[in-house]
């Protein structure tokens, strides 16, 4: 049971990442999914959720916009798609199945 994320970098204020993080070892296409980000110092803040089949999203009200949360099923990988990335965007992203895995993380880090 693993997900594994990828994606992350170093990028400008203004730019855009597109982070992956793919499933295995389980029913992928069973669970919803997360991705979480943790900022050094700060606790785990929860950026976006998706469905199981995609037929709902949330988005914390600081990516709202900006952020997209999308999934594969057939490929067993989920996205985030960053856009106008902001320095407070700056932190380590995970993506998670509740209960089940959670991923290594990947560092996203926004700065000129």
């Known amino acids: 049971v693993q997900l594994v994320e990828s994606g992350g970098g170093l990028v400008q204020p203004g730019g855009s990442l597109r982070l992956s993080c793919v499933a295995s070892g389980f029913t992928f296409s069973a669970y919803a999914l997360n991705w979480y980000r943790q900022a050094p110092g700060k606790g785990r803040e929860l950026v976006a959720a998706?469905?199981?089949?995609?037929?709902?999203?949330i988005y914390a009200d600081s990516v709202k916009g900006r952020f997209t949360i999308s999934r594969d099923n057939a490929e067993s990988t989920a996205y985030l798609e960053m856009n106008s990335l902001k320095s407070e965007d700056t932190a380590v992203y995970y993506c998670?199945?509740?209960?089940?895995?959670r991923g290594q993380g990947t560092q996203v880090t926004v700065s000129s």
């Open positions: 998670d199945v509740a209960r089940v895995a």
């Open positions: 998706i469905t199981s089949s995609a037929d709902n999203t």
